[in-house]
């Protein structure tokens, strides 16, 4: 592994309007790493997921990809870069079918292993159904193709946001199975999860959110369950104390 | 026998018509926009072409290959320019920028060319007319009219089925904040879809003015033609505007026939009457193709 | 806590003043009595200048009153039409068809009013099926049908119009001055209308419509009642615009009344004077007045120059010149908001 990390952020302070949304983020995504980023809503997530993918502007802060500062740079441009978001609630393109939703996320691939066969090779079930309109796919199957779309820009860092949302544990469960052959052709992940215990299984390094602050880091096997608990409710160690 | 030959002509201006509404549909359907100069655009390549055909040696032919392209650039930086800014300040910006941009248009028009009319010459072959049967004479103008609305139609179809730009575009018309997500420059696929538009009613302008004379105030009519074959036909399908303007066509011509005074009431009669009874149109799609 | 804890504990601070809800501030005051002399000023004026001045005047009354109309549709309701010229040729040509069946002309203005509002009705049936911009084109293909009906009619001139013959019972002079005051009527009554209008129930329906219509319908807002009304009334003050137009003009053709060139004055004044206040139709109606008299000389240069200030206004100045006025001084001449006076929740009022 390379000395220098894959995603740095550092100082990240991003606003929605008047309201401070993300405090001075510092965050670390290393070559083939998983990192989880954990917290209530409201704690900040969804921002720091599109300050990452170029959907949010930051008022102050940075962040280097590849040792590239794409802190400004446009959210279209962040795709040519390596950066490829799997937005919260799929967002797939109603009037397109399964194919086309997958075609779309090669407009502007770089060169790498993922192609439209080799994305229908990680979803079977997907060949089949590759001509159908995509509004008519359950929610699994939609999280699936929005996946697929954003691996077929062959992404060095993949974003995923909110994958479990309105899932049934099973296909959430199936979905995730599927991380390992991504991390293994090369594309490092950062995700974005309301379940924890999803989270710490599936991630290298863990961050907990807390009002837009990191309230906690740090490898999940290091964190005990108080801590996580603490650091995602925003309660302090000593008892009967004012939060 | 009269009345299949006015069918006959409703029918083929619907070509015409679906020309004019192609652009104006296309841009409703990427951008949720209505450009309310759409048709004085139309007037404009007119007089451009004009002014090419009479200053040069060019002639019609030329002035339409020369002019067709230009205006398709023209619209690529009109919307990159303007409209693009008028989207951004919000969503009654566009309409009223596009209103004035007629305004701006007719009256440029009247002050460079003056109000007389002017007609583009299309030629001595193009002018003359074709026998079909003993009662029925179609003029070669309309029918390469509607052979080239049928061919423009199938050509944008296949782009936007067949291309990783045209894809791109129906991405855009759905969900233009998941198409940057997918890398695509918003402000560069609308001004291809602006492109296209400007060049489908540069020509359609052309079309019109071979056929018949015109003058600087015409832009509008033309504007609420291509926008009656749109609803008629049905919102979200390129064939279904041939159909809408066939249908417009064949309303004004029968009208016609009936009282000359009344051949375009009975057209927007029609509409209405569409509007009132299946305000979804005649062959509604989802889509935008 | 005991009797005795109770008188030692300290007292409780004293209760904070409970906010206040103004509906305007000193400066709507002020301009209640500025309008009332405005007025004044106004009417008096015929006595004193020429009649050329007065038919100015006229002309931006006319406007004003056309543009507030206008702005209270698509400024408050959200609807924008590019067909509000079917009521103003409509209104001309009932004060014509009312002058043919014996009415007055200068009451057939308000006649003209009442039966626009009334051909308005079955008209929105059809026109409120078309959303957004799709509405504002339809407007436009119903105003033509209108013009294109009217023209047909052989009684009242068809094509080539007819002249309103029923007045030359006044003289010149007395026939200028009262179209001059019945014009002034016109605008006072469209500014009041649009004021007491929005001021009351309707404006705060419309204020929710146009901010989320499906929050409005939720909440229990009658949407399309809401919408109908403006609209209504909206053609009821250019059926009086339209009347207008023929007492000044004593003359009216179906191409020229029925013209798109009316709501392109409309939207014009209305962008740049400013959409969504009351003073800024006024305004623009005021800079409109004195560009087209600066420029008349010019053929239509003036209005590629108004077109070109609706655009930049439409693209950069979406509030117009009231709205930037708005926006240094916090001036409201004709309030139709809440102002929240008192709040103590830390941050201050």
């Known amino acids: 592994m390379t000395g220098e990390p894959l995603l740095s952020i550092s100082g990240l302070t991003v606003y929605h309007g008047q309201l401070c949304a993300l405090r001075e983020i510092e965050l670390d995504v290393a070559e083939g790493e998983t990192v989880a980023v954990i917290g209530a809503n409201g704690a900040g997530k969804s921002t720091l997921m599109g300050a990452i993918a170029g959907t949010l502007r930051p008022a102050e802060g940075w962040i280097y990809f590849a040792g590239r500062d794409i802190t400004r740079l446009p959210a279209h441009q962040r795709v040519a870069a390596g950066v490829c978001l799997v937005p919260e609630?799929?967002?797939?393109?109603p009037s397109l079918t399964v194919r086309e939703n997958l075609l779309t996320g090669a407009y502007r691939r770089r060169p790498g292993p993922w192609d439209e066969n080799r994305v229908l090779g990680l979803f079977p079930w997907m060949r089949e159904r590759a001509g159908q309109p995509a509004?008519?796919?359950?929610?699994?199957?939609?999280?699936?193709?929005?996946?697929g779309r954003a691996l077929m820009g062959n992404p060095r860092l993949l974003l995923l946001d909110e994958l479990s949302l309105g899932l049934a544990p099973a296909v959430r469960d199936r979905i995730y199975a599927q991380l390992p052959a991504i991390l293994a052709e090369g594309t490092s992940i950062l995700l974005v999860e309301q379940d924890v215990g999803q989270a710490m299984r599936a991630a290298d390094q863990v961050h907990c959110l807390l009002a837009g602050r990191v309230a906690l880091a740090g490898p999940p096997a290091e964190l005990t369950a108080q801590q996580v608990e603490q650091a995602y409710f925003g309660l302090s160690a000593a008892p009967g104390g004012a939060s | 026998m009269i009345w299949v030959d006015a069918v006959v002509q409703g029918l083929l201006l619907g070509g015409l018509y679906a020309l004019f509404a192609c652009g104006l549909s296309l841009m409703f359907g990427v951008m949720r926009i209505v450009n309310l100069a759409h048709g004085d655009f139309a007037v404009l390549a007119a007089y451009l072409a004009y002014s090419a055909?009479?200053?040069?040696?060019?002639?019609?032919?030329?002035a339409t290959l020369l002019v067709v392209p230009l205006f398709a650039v023209?619209?690529?930086f009109v919307q990159r320019g303007l409209i693009q800014r008028a989207l951004a300040t919000g969503p009654l910006a566009t309409l009223l920028a596009t209103f004035g941009l007629s305004v701006i248009i007719e009256n440029a028009l009247q002050q460079g060319y003056s109000a007389d009319t002017k007609a583009l010459n299309p030629g001595s072959l193009v002018s003359a007319s074709l026998r079909v049967g003993?009662?029925?004479?179609v003029s070669w103008l309309a029918l390469i009219t509607f052979a080239l609305a049928v061919v423009v139609l199938s050509a944008l179809q296949l782009f936007l089925r067949r291309t990783r730009t045209g894809r791109m575009l129906r991405a855009a018309a759905d969900d233009p904040g998941a198409a940057a997500l997918a890398g695509a420059d918003t402000r560069h696929i609308y001004g291809?879809?602006?492109g296209l538009a400007f060049g489908t009613v540069a020509l359609a302008g052309l079309m019109f003015a071979m056929r018949s004379s015109f003058d600087p105030t015409i832009g509008p009519t033309q504007l609420l033609f291509a926008f009656e074959a749109v609803v008629i036909g049905g919102l979200g399908s390129l064939w279904g505007t041939l159909a809408g303007g066939m249908v417009l066509g064949l309303a004004q011509d029968l009208g016609g026939q009936w009282n000359p005074a009344y051949a375009l009431l009975a057209g927007h009669v029609v509409f209405l009457a569409v509007l009132a009874f299946r305000p979804q149109g005649l062959f509604p799609a989802r889509r935008i193709a | 806590m005991t009797a005795d804890e109770a008188v030692t504990a300290a007292p409780a601070a004293p209760a904070a003043p409970p906010p206040t809800v103004s509906r305007g501030g000193r400066a709507a005051l002020w301009s209640g009595v500025g309008s009332a002399a405005a007025i004044a000023v106004f009417a008096y004026l015929p006595f004193m200048l020429y009649t050329g001045t007065t038919q100015t005047l006229v002309t931006f009354f006319t406007l004003v009153a056309m543009a507030s109309m206008w702005n209270l549709l698509?400024?408050?309701?959200?609807?924008?039409s590019v067909g509000q010229q079917a009521y103003v040729g409509l209104g001309a040509y009932a004060v014509l068809q009312f002058s043919d069946w014996g009415v007055q002309p200068f009451v057939g203005v308000a006649l003209a009013a009442v039966a626009c509002a009334v051909i308005a009705v079955p008209t929105s049936l059809l026109a409120f099926r078309l959303r957004g911009d799709y509405f504002a084109v339809g407007t436009w293909v119903i105003a033509e049908v209108y013009h294109l009906a009217i023209a047909q009619d052989n009684s009242l001139g068809a094509g080539?119009?007819?002249?309103?013959?029923t007045l030359s019972g006044f003289s010149p002079v007395m026939r200028e001055a009262i179209t001059y005051w019945v014009g002034l009527a016109v605008a006072a009554a469209s500014i009041a209308a649009c004021y007491l209008l929005l001021r009351g129930r309707l404006g705060l329906a419309l204020t929710a419509v146009r901010d989320d219509e499906t929050a409005a319908h939720a909440a229990g807002v009658a949407v399309t009642r809401a919408k109908r009304a403006a609209y209504l009334v909206a053609a009821a003050g250019c059926g009086a615009a339209g009347g207008m137009l023929l007492v000044s003009q004593l003359n009216v053709a179906p191409d020229s009344i029925f013209s798109v060139q009316w709501t392109a004055y409309m939207i014009f004044i209305t962008v740049i004077g400013g959409i969504g206040t009351i003073e800024g139709p006024v305004l623009g109606a005021a800079v409109f007045t004195v560009i087209q008299q600066l420029f008349s000389s010019s053929g239509v240069w003036y209005l590629i120059l108004l077109g070109a200030m609706a655009v930049a206004a439409a693209v950069w100045l979406p509030r117009g010149l009231w709205g930037l006025v708005r926006s240094r001084t916090s001036l409201s001449l004709f309030p139709v908001g809440y102002t929240v006076r008192g709040l103590t929740n830390g941050r201050g009022s």
Request: proline letters at 0%.
């Open chain 3, 160 to 165: 080539s119009g007819e002249a309103l013959t």
């Open chain 1, 135 to 147: 509004a008519r796919l359950s929610g699994g199957e939609q999280q699936a193709v929005a996946i």
């Open chain 2, 53 to 62: 055909a009479t200053a040069t040696a060019l002639g019609t032919l030329g």
């Open chain 2, 192 to 194: 291809i879809a602006a």
């Open chain 1, 89 to 93: 609630g799929r967002r797939l393109f």
């Open chain 2, 134 to 137: 003993s009662d029925i004479s």
């Open chain 3, 74 to 80: 698509a400024g408050y309701a959200g609807l924008v």
């Open chain 2, 74 to 76: 023209f619209g690529y």
